[in-house]
């Protein structure tokens, strides 16, 4: 009786993020889970299922933390919160903004806190432009982007989201943005000539693209954006809103290609989800820029940029990660996932590529593993639904004609939950195919 009333009051109250809103409608939601422990989610009803995505590719620490629950009651307890703006300021995110500079990338050095990934890509736009401004090149303003993007749902985020349908869901975006070719550097070359240098602010891009199918840059792509955005003197981005904080096999992304931005986004890893937090990493000679040439006040900040529990809370989530050695693990557990991969391709003739950096992999589902052609009606959206009956959440991907499955457990997963994971897919595939294979 008390789970009906629950699904009746989520039906009627409650809009849900990137929801298919007329089944949520009718149907009410598939899951009100209450418990979750390591790579396990359980629900309202008590079934189990293995958090194929560690939720929304945050989780990387995994579920059920109490170290993380009583990190936050302590620092409630002393301080929940006090404002970081003008010159106030606040112990753990002191801590949090040192230690941040300590394990990224080169020179970047100091961090702008914001509460989530579509703020962090916001806030990276705007100080963008406004260095541009204090340089005295007011017109650098353009934001190069790519095709098969995904940068959030703030109006600046949204905007430099590649992913056409994210754009389509609303009739007016903020001016200036630009999308180019995925991956490749010429095409970013080109633009930049056309479009002019001095009209443009900065590129961005996801180290590997999450959202948009788990697509994995070629090794020498992003040296060469490198020396593109040297060459024309624009700032690079990265946003390494999930794959930053180990997720795959490295502490940022972007170390694969042994390569610093000049800024880099981050959020959901920071924290594993314990709280809510992100934020906007600047070089250090950004940093020495703004203190140099701005004359007034730095005219952006969130009320929660800097919050003291949420800060806590992810000082506490890198310290799990490196004493329990999360990034080698999911380098490791990684290619375990691949292998597992692999051998679906052998074993499912509609499995086509698949591919994995660290713990975020991609299948790609065809209707001919020859010719790679694709079925009519994409099938990942089935396999997806399917599999969750089996105790396996997992995603879909479709956006531009793509038929593929994604997935990032998280970073504590061991191998007997790799297994499971590949069984349950192989099961799932297999029963798919049986329909559809016609
Ligand atoms: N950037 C990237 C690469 C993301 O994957 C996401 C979310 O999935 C975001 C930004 C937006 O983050 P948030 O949902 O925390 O606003």
Redesign the pocket.
């Known amino acids: 009786q008390y789970i009906h009333e629950l699904e009746e009051l989520d039906k009627k109250h409650f809009l849900h993020p990137t929801s298919p809103i007329q089944q949520q409608q009718q149907h009410g939601p598939s899951f009100i889970f209450t418990k979750g422990e390591g790579v396990m989610l359980e629900d309202i009803k008590g079934y189990k299922v293995i958090d194929g995505m560690s939720s929304?590719?945050n989780v990387n620490i995994g579920h059920g933390r109490e170290e993380m629950g009583k990190v936050a009651l302590e620092q409630m307890s002393k301080l929940a919160f006090s404002s970081c703006f003008a010159t106030f300021s606040n112990e753990p995110a002191i801590k949090l903004a040192a230690k941040l500079a300590d394990v990224a990338p080169g020179h970047l050095s100091a961090t702008f806190f914001t509460s989530?990934?579509?703020?962090?890509?916001d806030t990276a736009y705007k100080l963008a432009r406004h260095y541009w401004i204090l340089k005295g090149l007011p017109k650098k303003k353009k934001i190069i982007t790519r095709t098969k993007?995904?940068?959030?749902?703030?109006m600046g985020?949204t905007s430099a989201t590649g992913l056409k349908p994210f754009r389509d869901f609303t009739n007016s975006l903020a001016p200036d943005f630009h999308y180019v070719e995925n991956t490749s550097s010429e095409a970013l070359r080109q633009m930049i000539e056309l479009e002019g240098p001095d009209t443009i602010a900065a590129f961005v891009a996801?180290p590997v693209?999450?959202?948009g199918g788990v697509h994995i840059a070629p090794d020498n792509y992003f040296k060469e954006v490198r020396d593109i955005c040297d060459e024309y003197n624009l700032l690079m981005i990265t946003?390494?809103?999930?794959?930053g904080f180990g997720r795959t096999g490295t502490y940022f992304g972007i170390e694969h290609y042994d390569v610093v931005p000049d800024m880099m986004?981050f959020?959901?890893g920071v924290t594993s989800g314990y709280a809510q937090l992100?934020g906007v990493m600047i070089s250090e000679r950004m940093h020495q820029d703004f203190a140099k040439h701005s004359t007034g006040t730095l005219l952006h900040g969130y009320t929660y940029s800097g919050h003291p529990m949420a800060c806590s809370v992810a000082l506490k989530n890198l310290e799990i990660i490196e004493s329990e050695n999360l990034i080698d693990r999911a380098k490791q557990m990684g290619a375990e996932m691949l292998a597992g991969f692999k051998a679906l391709q052998k074993s499912q003739s509609i499995v086509g590529e698949v591919r994995a950096l660290g713990l975020m992999g991609a299948i790609e589902l065809v209707k001919d593993q020859d010719t790679n052609e694709r079925f009519q009606e994409p099938v990942a959206p089935l396999v997806v639904a399917e599999a969750a009956k089996r105790g396996l959440v997992i995603r879909s991907v479709v956006f531009d004609g793509q038929d593929t499955l994604v997935m990032a457990p998280p970073l504590v997963i061991n191998k007997e939950e790799i297994n499971q994971m590949i069984t349950i897919l192989a099961e799932t595939i297999s029963a798919v195919e049986i329909t559809y294979k016609k």
Do not use: F
């Not at 989530?116 to 890509?121: I, L, V």
């Open positions: 929304l590719w989530g990934g579509s703020e962090s890509n993007s995904y940068h959030g749902v703030a985020a996801e693209q999450g959202a946003d390494e809103v999930i794959t986004c959020a959901k992100g």
